[in-house]
């Protein structure tokens, strides 16, 4: 929906003077490479994408908060005194979460009608949650005027995810979605949070985003059993170090002590977690030196370590991104985001592009039974108020 479209339909459903609403927005995220890392202490080199959630609000006298979106029938209200989770709430208990983050941190929120109208398709792995929380800390921090910075949003939308809604996620998409800038990746340290914007110049190429559209099952409790696995890694290695994430050694470190990870698995999820830091760093270098090719082949190989490594791909990821690898003009292709389903990010020739949508596309449907949808990546900035 177009913005003034959205502030029509905001006056439709909540009445009232449009003079006074505000406009905030946030984007969704795509991670180029540095998967399943940020929990483990890693880096991580994702960017925002020029589309993503837009909240249309305005302050009430009251107490009374009332959710609306354009994307779910579902009505909510609720009172800013008593913000509790929910199930029945649903998509709703995101901005709830944060909310309460907010109000933890001492800061007064009253009462407040809001419209959310967003574009990210839902349960694509682009991060509509995280881009809903974030969108959500700009517009509380606007409304009551709130001195926060950006930082402490993003660890509140974290926590909010964590411990309100209960997914245990990283700070990649949060991060990504609140401190995005135009044309530019950032490569994050996830364990100091340092980081630096990386120019993204993909002279002749573009990236394509294809959504698997796999209902996405038992996502989050494997993504919890990674997570534990990765714990179990680190138990195994303090057995002779002392750290407190796979993100502390480097490749020559794990390759010395490796032997005291006695599971099978447990060595393979480390593995790929040591292995897909190295190559962040590298393809941040690739991409400096403007070396695209080289970019791409990391990428390749990111896909294939989270495939037979890490085992969090699926028949839907892999054979868009094996059917990518066929297209000549494709650089590189790889899933992103926490995988089960979800979507590959691919860079591409642009004269490849049509080419590319039509034969992965077909060959999807054809092995996978499934339509996988296509979208150019544009590369957005991040979550921030519209004023206009
Ligand atoms: C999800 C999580 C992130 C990150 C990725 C995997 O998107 O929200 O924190 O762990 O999976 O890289």
């Known amino acids: 929906m177009k913005?003034?479209?959205?502030?029509?339909?905001?006056?439709?459903?909540?009445?009232?003077?449009s003079e006074d609403i505000r406009s905030f927005y946030a984007p969704g995220r795509v991670n180029l490479i540095g998967e399943h890392t940020d929990y483990n202490g890693g880096y991580v080199f994702p960017?925002?994408?020029?589309?993503?959630t837009y909240a249309i609000?305005?302050?009430?006298?009251?107490n009374k908060i009332r959710f609306a979106s354009t994307n779910f029938d579902q009505r909510i209200m609720?009172?800013?005194?008593?913000?509790?989770?929910?199930?029945?709430?649903?998509?709703?208990?995101?901005?709830?979460?944060v909310i309460n983050g907010f109000q933890k941190r001492g800061f007064k929120i009253s009462g407040f009608d809001v419209l959310y109208d967003g574009n990210i398709p839902n349960r694509a792995g682009l991060s509509s949650s995280a881009s809903i929380e974030l969108v959500t800390s700009v517009m509380l921090r606007g409304l009551f005027d709130c001195k926060i910075s950006m930082?402490?949003?993003i660890k509140l939308s974290q926590e909010a995810e964590n411990k309100f809604v209960g997914l245990n996620c990283g700070i990649m998409d949060q991060f990504a979605v609140g401190m995005g800038r135009k044309d530019c990746a950032m490569l994050l340290d996830c364990n100091t949070l340092k980081y630096k914007y990386v120019p993204v110049k993909l002279d002749g190429y573009k990236l394509i985003i294809a959504n698997t559209n796999k209902k996405r099952g038992l996502a989050d409790s494997k993504y919890n059993e990674r997570r534990r696995e990765c714990e179990k890694a680190v138990e195994y290695l303090n057995q002779k170090l002392d750290i407190k994430t796979l993100g502390e050694i480097d490749t020559a470190a794990f390759e010395k002590y490796k032997y005291l990870i006695k599971d099978d698995t447990i060595l393979k999820r480390a593995s790929h977690v040591v292995y897909e830091i190295k190559r962040t760093l590298d393809a941040v270098d690739c991409l400096n030196s403007g070396d695209i090719c080289a970019f791409?082949?990391?990428?390749?190989?990111?896909?294939?370590?989270?495939?037979?490594?890490?085992?969090?791909?699926?028949?839907?990821?892999?054979?868009l991104a094996e059917e990518a690898w066929k297209v000549e003009g494709t650089a590189g292709s790889r899933m992103t985001g926490a995988g089960f389903g979800g979507c590959t990010v691919s860079i591409v020739k642009e004269e490849a592009v049509d080419r590319f949508i039509k034969c992965v596309g077909e060959n999807y449907k054809h092995k996978v039974g499934l339509d996988a949808d296509f979208y150019i990546g544009e590369i957005g900035?991040?979550?921030k108020e519209i004023s206009e």
Do not use: Q
């Open 47 to 52: 960017c925002a994408l020029s589309f993503g």
């Open 78 to 97: 609720v009172d800013a005194r008593d913000i509790k989770y929910e199930k029945k709430d649903d998509w709703a208990n995101y901005p709830k979460g």
């Open 381 to 383: 900035g991040g979550a």
């Open 151 to 153: 930082i402490d949003m």
């Open 3 to 17: 913005l003034e479209d959205a502030k029509k339909r905001f006056i439709e459903i909540y009445g009232g003077r």
């Open 296 to 319: 791409g082949k990391l990428m390749n190989e990111s896909h294939i370590s989270l495939r037979d490594l890490y085992d969090v791909t699926g028949v839907e990821l892999d054979t």
């Open 57 to 62: 609000s305005r302050k009430r006298e009251d």
